[in-house]
């Protein structure tokens, strides 16, 4: 063990911030160790965009569901999967790069690009004792993210990240068993092991919200994750990326 790795494991979830902004000395070292994650290719295909505008954090919290906590933190990233920037390399070169930057592959290369920036972002943050918060809600309506974000074309706003000073104690949950996650040299072939380990995380998580709610709430892992995923969202996402001209070949 190491403080990384410390910090790593001591990650939660915080949704209520001290009315405290950050520094510029902390944007930019979160910023700076964004862009040091790892990047395919060294295409660094995204883009981070800091809301610092009222209004504008305001608007976004209505439209990642009402969650205040968009709006009341320290400061608010939005992660950006961007190839407009290889497009306009594209320009500056001379050369048609459509048929790449358009392709599923580099739509992926995108995405895992952000995803892999933003954890590296995460984790600085909760080094310096600030708290985080991944906000997915922002993609209930893009259309209306982009507005407030004037993003181009070639760029898909992905997530938010909330990060400021906690103001609450959050209890760490519960992960799905190591040896469920992690398998050696193939995936796991017998199902009766896997739905083992299910029922296991199951009671797991059951005795977590019992006993963090005083038994108002005992479900488990499996029946959250069929309820939600047995409803309907978020169904226009593929025809607005194609229509931002990504993932179309």
């Keep these: 063990m190491n403080n990384v790795i410390d910090t790593i494991l001591r990650h939660r979830s915080v949704r209520r911030f001290e009315d405290k902004p950050l520094d510029r000395e ?19 295909a995204y883009s981070i965009i800091g809301v610092t505008d009222r209004p504008k954090k305001q608007r976004l919290a209505e439209l990642a569901g009402n969650q205040s906590y968009v ?7 939005v992660f950006c999967a961007d190839l407009y920037r290889h497009k306009m390399i594209g320009d500056l ?54 507005e ?30 190591l040896e469920h996650v992690y398998m050696e040299n193939e995936y796991e072939q017998d199902q009766n092991v896997l739905e083992q380990q299910l029922k296991e995380y199951n009671q797991t998580t059951s005795d977590y919200y019992r006993e963090r709610t005083g038994g108002k709430r005992e479900d488990t892992w499996t029946s959250q994750m069929a309820k939600m995923l047995g409803r309907k969202s978020r169904k226009y996402m593929k025809e607005f990326v194609e229509n931002q001209k990504l993932n179309k070949r």
Excluded at 26 to 44: C, H, L, R, Y
Excluded at 96 to 125: G, H, P, R, Y
């Design 26 to 44: 902390q944007i930019e070292a979160i910023v700076k160790s964004a862009q040091a994650s790892s990047t395919s290719s060294f295409i660094q």
């Design 93 to 146: 070169e001379n050369a048609d790069l459509s048929d790449s930057i358009e392709s599923t592959e580099k739509f992926m290369v995108a995405l895992i690009d952000t995803a892999l920036a933003a954890q590296n972002a995460a984790i600085a943050a909760e080094s310096m004792g600030l708290g985080i918060c991944y906000i997915g809600g922002i993609r209930n309506d893009l259309e209306a993210v982009k």
């Design 148 to 177: 407030v974000l004037k993003t181009p074309e070639y760029v898909v706003p992905l997530f938010g990240l909330a990060v400021g000073y906690p103001d609450q104690e959050t209890d760490l949950k519960p992960r799905l068993p």
């Design 71 to 77: 709006a009341e933190n320290g400061h608010f990233f």
